[in-house]
């Protein structure tokens, strides 16, 4: 922990995913996504993350800066000016091959070793991402790099040292807080994501990208596809639901007679 | 692997039911794999918790006092994995299910696998299934290089069923350590109800309800008849109709309930991959070109405003018939 309570580094972890609006499908022969047509973006519950470091960083106008780490191919470097754009001040993208196929656990691995070149304050998450859904990393990141980790945080505050973030839960919320350095994973009522203006996105270009390569790591295991502790064994492509029958219902009465007897042949009454 | 540890979630000793889905699945591993099937519940109410356990299936329940939030679940999961040897852990792919997963996993450096809706396990070896891009796809991945594994279970999927089970109650020694994370206060802004991901009906509204009322009157109570919970479209949650909490779909929750109820909703890609695994998709809607005809097995042009009610009316007569 830093003794002082001076300017925060403040890191985002963003993640690029295939368009969320696009209908995917996979190639029958190749048993991968079609990529063709499929763009590929910002993972949408990372932009929630760079929005609620950009919002602590304004609030507290003290020379804290916004830091985006993201572990992608070197092709990747435009949709990280995206985050640039919208207001943070610089990016380390990790590219290399050799993470390339790495699971759950070797992202987490590869991601904190990354993150502990930069000796953060505070790293702000987004709760999943859309391609993958596990929401498993906040917490692996957390552990891995050895920080409290407050999930769920549809509310963040720094102040005194100590982060507060009021953590969603099924049925309200809880207040929790912790120490800095700690780890944040925040959802989307936390906040409205900015556009990048034009002035932001003419600033990103200008902006550092930093390139880092798992030997400037120190790892002392193997991550990627060889290293993955949960390997993909198959892939499988289920059938296409069926059309099923469509009923016009004028009446609503005889409308809903037609759902309950359909509920009735399916033994749901 | 040889023994499963189900993780058991609880408030105050209330165990939720995606736990006791784990505490049950535990147990069919555990046999598969030749191995002891235990459970470990932490926290305030633990030891109330434990006495739901014992009409479980489990050789072994472990208890600790400890309130330490996640940090008091993950060190409790850590020294019975740990004593266990070999152990694949269950928890429930809900928010604290999550947490406390990815943290053991992180810790003893093991693979994770989330949304699992299957297991194949052969000799020793433990594989998941899990739908990945919104139901497209069905992956399978194999834990491996480690003692340890964690399947995160998608709830409603695996059956919990009571048994004469008779788990010995293993108390874990307290570690005296502090929490790390400070929980200050805890509030309740809505009433304890089932979530989305764990009930068996889910009667969801879209665009077309216009507003935020139908969620809390006529969707609600369509739900209620069926003992099930209400779901919203991005469209429904981004316009502040209803809280992020009920959004079913890409950037909301992925779900496969037996019984989906659109309304209002045209299901679009975007809400589609959160529900298409559903058992039953039915869908009410005053224009019939939507896209949700094409994949629903029933799709009733009409009304919304004036069938769901009469569909609850007459959902409620049969269940009270049956009763």
């Known amino acids: 922990m830093r003794p002082e309570v001076g300017p925060l580094k403040i890191l985002v972890t963003v993640k690029l995913v295939p368009d969320t609006n696009a209908d995917k499908r996979i190639d029958p022969a190749t048993k991968r996504l079609v990529r063709t047509g499929v763009e590929t973006v910002l993972n949408p519950f990372d932009e929630y993350a760079i929005e609620a470091a950009l919002q602590l960083k304004e609030k507290l106008n003290d020379g804290s800066t916004v830091t985006i780490v993201s572990m992608t191919s070197p092709s990747g470097k435009e949709i990280v000016r995206k985050a640039l754009a919208m207001g943070a001040d610089d990016a380390v993208m990790l590219c290399d091959d050799a993470v390339a196929g790495s699971d759950l656990w070797g992202t987490a691995v590869a991601l904190a070793a990354t993150i502990k070149t930069l000796d953060a304050d505070l790293v702000i998450t987004g709760t999943q991402s859309t391609d993958a859904i596990s929401g498993d990393l906040p917490g692996m990141l957390a552990e891995k790099l050895g920080i409290p980790g407050l999930t769920y945080a549809r509310k963040l505050d720094v102040a005194d040292g100590r982060v507060r973030v009021e953590r969603e839960t099924e049925t309200g919320y809880m207040t929790v807080s912790a120490a800095l350095p700690a780890l944040v994973s925040v959802t989307k009522s936390a906040n409205e994501p900015r556009y990048p203006s034009l002035k932001g996105i003419m600033g990103a270009k200008k902006k550092e990208i930093k390139q880092l390569a798992v030997a400037d790591l120190g790892l002392t295991v193997a991550v990627g596809t060889d290293g993955a502790k949960a390997q993909l064994t198959d892939l499988a492509t289920p059938p296409a639901r069926a059309k099923g029958q469509t009923i016009a219902a004028p009446d609503p009465a005889a409308g809903a007679a037609a759902i309950v007897q359909f509920l009735k042949e399916r033994k749901f009454l | ?323």
């Not at chain 2, 889905?21 to 099937?37: M, P, V």
């Not at chain 2, 004469?164 to 350590?177: D, F, H, L, N, T």
């Not at chain 2, 009906?201 to 069926?226: C, H, N, Q, Y």
Request: hydrophobic share 45%.
């Open chain 2, 1 to 323: 692997m040889q023994n499963v540890i189900a993780f058991i979630e609880h408030k105050h000793g209330a165990i939720r039911r995606s736990s006791l889905e784990a505490a049950t699945q535990a147990r069919t591993l555990a046999d598969q794999l030749g191995g002891k099937a235990h459970a470990v519940v932490a926290g305030a109410g633990a030891a109330q918790a434990a006495e739901t356990l014992k009409k479980y299936p489990l050789d072994q329940i472990h208890v600790s006092d400890e309130d330490r939030f996640i940090d008091g679940a993950v060190d409790a999961l850590e020294s019975v994995a740990k004593a266990a040897g070999s152990a694949l852990v269950l928890v429930g792919n809900t928010m604290i299910g999550r947490d406390v997963g990815s943290r053991f996993a992180a810790r003893v450096d093991c693979g994770i696998n989330a949304d699992v809706v299957d297991f194949t396990t052969d000799g020793g070896a433990v594989s998941c299934v899990m739908p990945k891009l919104g139901g497209l796809v069905i992956t399978t991945c194999k834990l491996t290089g480690s003692d340890f594994g964690v399947a995160a279970i998608r709830p409603n999927v695996f059956a919990a069923k009571e048994t004469s089970g008779a788990g010995e109650i293993v108390q874990i020694p307290s570690s005296g350590k502090a929490s790390s994370v400070t929980v200050e206060d805890e509030v309740e802004e809505a009433a304890a109800e089932l979530g989305v991901e764990e009930a068996s009906v889910v009667v969801s509204g879209g665009r077309g309800m216009g507003g935020p009322e139908p969620f809390t009157t006529i969707l609600k109570d369509l739900a209620d008849a069926f003992g099930g919970a209400v779901g919203a479209s991005r469209a429904a949650v981004d316009a502040g109709w209803v809280s992020h909490g009920h959004q079913v779909g890409q950037t909301g929750k992925t779900i496969s309930p037996q019984l989906y109820i659109a309304v209002g909703i045209s299901g679009a890609i975007q809400h589609k991959v959160g529900m298409r695994t559903s058992e039953t998709i039915i869908a009410i809607n005053k224009d019939g070109g939507v896209p949700i005809g094409e994949f629903a097995d029933l799709l009733v042009v009409g009304d919304a405003f004036a069938i769901v009610p009469e569909l609850t009316k007459l959902v409620r007569d049969a269940k009270a018939a049956h009763a």
